[in-house]
């Protein structure tokens, strides 16, 4: 999935196998959702708007292989 360029602080997105959402993380401080150095990356639910903040970039990329920290996405794992 192509990277929107307008897009700030957006680093990569992906379509969660498990549930069909658009998963993306971003630098949450690049992206005005956190000025909080000790969670300065963001895993975002596109397709439910939910927003989970993490220590490193690897925990927020491993945040979107399993979303349960999204409800509605809770719903549709197995």
Partial sequence: MRLPPDIAGLVIRRRNRLTGAILSVYRASDAG???????????????HG?????ATRRLAEQAMQFPEWCSDCTEKLP
């Avoid at 959702?33 to 397709?47: G, I, K, L």
């Avoid at 939910?50 to 993490?54: F, G, K, Q, T």
């Fill in 33 to 47: 959702m956190s000025d909080d150095p000790e969670f300065p990356w963001a895993a975002v639910c596109e397709t």
């Fill in 50 to 54: 939910a927003i989970v903040l993490n």
